[in-house]
């Protein structure tokens, strides 16, 4: 884990409060790395909150995003648990019923310079509260919300004869088709550059990035309505786990290479394949990180593609700060939560990342972000990705399945059968607490 200690003290300054102004270190955990750009800005905002309030001192934690839940979990179970911390949507049910998280109570309100709940609501994006909330109370504020498309290689397109914008595939017979122009090989027949991968290296959310639009395309989802059993066995997750097989078995896609690739964080952006599931953030980040070798003109995002080719689904996800349930220092966790949501152009200047508080799809800093209208479009076919109880285990069934039939060859109705088995039990575990 890396972990940096950033300390400014400012002097001379006035106006502040008594209780401010008393030395504090306040413990903050993302699982951004430190030298991305969210990252370096993440660093950026502890120095200003820092110099804004003398005396106190923010200590960053960066956790690896594979390694962060349960890292978190550990440094919670021994007693040493951060003030604030990073929350995913999918995860916050679970730390919400071990009671982690600290609700915004009239105290954090105030803390956050708002008067009532429905000043906290009107200062966010309609809907993007109610992941974080419990019956009355919301527990967190987003700092990260993202929207999930296609995102091609236009470069690559060229080289292959293809037409970026013409060619775009927009149904999965088109996708294929494309792919097997822009594979490359050597003269063995041995794949040296992939038309699409897959992101083994990643976490379950991942997996289910590719898995469960498809599902959504052909009306069904992973479990039913009241989210008691699981569907992925049925007709619709047979076909699209079948789907997702295809790009190794066309030889489009190296299982051996995706099985060592970092999908989208390094094999994307460097030209290692040439069609992602990507997020809004991407094209932005990827130019920033890699302006040596990403164009302008080198990365496009398009709709996910169909089966009818009509565009009708997206996947959203979302992060978000909460505090903990017994931190002493809950007024200064959430004002520093307040100060690092309340920034949203600044954010999409440097990162590309949607803050999503209200109006920020106004703000100077939307249009920078490369086909804004086009991932605003996008919302009308969204739906959040993976969300449903007991996310970390459920998700991890789905994760070794999908990496039992996409790895290992193993039988697809089989396997998920399997699936469903363990997952209905886990699903009924929780039923009984």
């Given at each position: 884990?890396?972990?940096?200690?950033?300390?400014?003290?400012?002097?001379?300054?006035?106006?502040?409060?008594?209780?401010?102004a008393q030395a504090q270190t306040l413990t903050w955990w993302h699982h951004m790395p430190l030298e991305g750009a969210q990252g370096k800005l993440f660093q950026k905002y502890a120095t200003e909150f820092e110099a804004a309030n003398p005396g106190v001192k923010i200590e960053i934690h960066s956790v690896p995003p594979t390694q962060y839940f349960t890292m978190l979990s550990a440094t919670l179970a021994a007693g040493d648990a951060p003030d604030i911390l990073g929350m995913s949507y999918r995860n916050f049910s679970e730390f919400h019923d071990n009671r982690i998280l600290s609700p915004i109570d009239a105290q954090a309100l105030r803390s956050m310079g708002f008067s009532t709940v429905n000043d906290l609501k009107a200062a966010y994006?309609?809907?993007v509260l109610d992941p974080y909330r419990v019956g009355d109370s919301f527990y967190a504020v987003p700092w990260q919300f993202n929207i999930y498309a296609y995102i091609i290689n236009a470069k690559h397109f060229r080289e292959a004869g293809l037409d970026p914008?013409?060619?775009a595939p927009k149904t999965w017979d088109e996708v294929f088709h494309v792919a097997q122009k822009l594979v490359q090989k050597d003269a063995s027949g041995r794949i040296t550059r992939q038309a699409l991968s897959f992101p083994f290296t990643h976490d379950a959310a991942w997996f289910l990035l590719e898995l469960e639009p498809v599902i959504h395309d052909l009306g069904s989802s992973i479990l039913n309505n009241d989210r008691t059993e699981a569907l992925i066995n049925n007709e619709a997750g047979v076909r699209a786990m079948k789907l997702v097989k295809k790009r190794f078995e066309l030889g489009v896609s190296d299982k051996n290479i995706a099985a060592g690739l970092d999908y989208f964080n390094q094999g994307f952006p460097t030209g290692k394949f040439s069609m992602i599931v990507g997020g809004n953030w991407g094209i932005p980040r990827w130019r920033k990180e890699y302006a040596a070798t990403v164009g302008k003109d080198d990365l496009l995002a398009i709709p996910y593609p169909t089966f009818s080719g009509k565009p009708a689904v997206a996947s959203t996800t979302s992060w978000a700060w909460v505090v903990y349930a017994r931190s002493t220092k809950k007024d200064l966790a959430w004002r520093f939560a307040n100060f690092l949501t309340s920034q949203p152009s600044r954010n999409l200047i440097e990162t590309g990342d949607?803050?999503?508080?209200?109006?920020?799809?106004?703000?100077?800093?939307?249009r920078t972000v490369p086909q804004?209208?086009?991932?605003e479009q996008q919302l009308q076919f969204a739906r959040p990705l993976a969300n449903f109880p007991r996310y970390s285990r459920v998700a991890d069934v789905l994760k070794k399945a999908m990496e039992e039939i996409l790895l290992l060859d193993r039988d697809i109705q089989k396997t998920l059968d399997r699936a469903k088995t363990n997952i209905d039990a886990i699903l009924q575990e929780g039923k009984k607490k």
């Open positions: 884990m890396k972990t940096l200690t950033l300390a400014l003290v400012a002097v001379g300054a006035i106006g502040l409060a008594v209780a401010t994006s309609p809907g914008a013409k060619d949607i803050v999503p508080r209200a109006g920020w799809s106004q703000t100077e800093g939307a804004a209208a086009f991932w």
